[in-house]
Structures are given as C-alpha cells and as structure tokens.
C-alpha cells in the first residue's frame, strides 16, 4: 500500500523536476511532463494500493476503504428460549400456556405476578 504511495508521489514530482530540467520547450513536451506522467503516476499508484487492500481483506477481512467482508461462510447458530420449570419466586409449576407474556423473552407468573426471564439454550 505504501508503495502505491510513493509511485504516485515520486511520478507527481518526478513530472515536475523534469519539467525543470527540459531542454526542449515545446507544448507537446511540457504538457506530457505536468499532466500526463502525474496522471499515469496517479494510475498505477492507485492500482497498486487496490490490490495491496485486496491482499489486506483476505488476511484480516477489511477490504478496500473500511467495507469488512467475510473470509469464510458464517455459520448460522440457532437459539431456543425456555421457561423454566418452576417459577422462581414461589416454586409453582408452570407452562408456556399458562404464563402471561410480558415480552418477547420474559412472562408473568400467573400465580404470585413476578416476571419470569426465559433461559437461552443453543440448538
């Protein structure tokens, strides 16, 4: 990556310095050292340091300007939120059926009205 840096860097003043040394004044001339070697300077810079945050992506999974990309295909966990058996508050036996549900993951007693959380487990 920082070698594309310093392509574009030493084309850009390169151009220039040589633009100070010409011996020929023609238009032709001038223009070619102040445009055209920044330009092709500023081409195969910018190609390089693509390539080098291609070669970045896969060592680390950030690609070019930041995007993260997965290396590997993710594996999909599934999860399962149960009730416990007994209400924690007063030991009473309870069900999905019979509990009030307060929340996607918390229900309500419908004995003595404390909140119950549901205990994740993986499939």
Same mark, same amino acid.
Request: net charge neutral.
């Given at each position: 990556?920082f @070698?594309?840096?310093?392509? $574009?860097?030493v084309?850009?003043?390169? @151009?220039?310095? #040589?633009?100070? !040394?010409?011996?020929? !004044? &023609?238009?032709?001339?001038?223009?070619?050292?102040?445009?055209? %070697?920044?330009?092709?300077?500023?081409?195969?810079?910018?190609?390089?340091? $693509?390539?080098?945050?291609?070669?970045?992506?896969?060592?680390?999974?950030i690609g %070019?300007f930041?995007?993260? *990309? +997965?290396?590997e295909? #993710?594996?999909? *966990?599934s999860?399962?939120?149960?009730?416990?058996?007994?209400?924690? &508050?007063?030991?009473?036996?309870i069900? #999905?059926?019979?509990?009030? !549900?307060?929340?996607?993951l918390?229900?309500?007693? +419908?004995?003595? @009205?404390?909140? $119950?959380?549901?205990?994740k487990?993986?499939?």
């Open positions: 990556m @070698g594309g840096i310093l392509v $574009i860097i084309f850009f003043f390169g @151009g220039f310095l #040589s633009f100070i !040394w010409m011996d020929d !004044w &023609n238009v032709g001339s001038i223009l070619f050292r102040m445009m055209v %070697l920044p330009f092709v300077g500023f081409i195969i810079g910018a190609a390089m340091i $693509i390539y080098a945050s291609g070669g970045l992506q896969q060592r680390t999974g %070019l930041g995007m993260v *990309r +997965p290396t295909p #993710s594996r999909d *966990r999860f399962v939120h149960d009730l416990p058996e007994k209400c924690p &508050n007063c030991k009473a036996q069900g #999905s059926e019979t509990v009030d !549900w307060v929340g996607p918390t229900a309500r007693c +419908p004995y003595c @009205g404390s909140s $119950i959380r549901t205990e487990r993986e499939l």
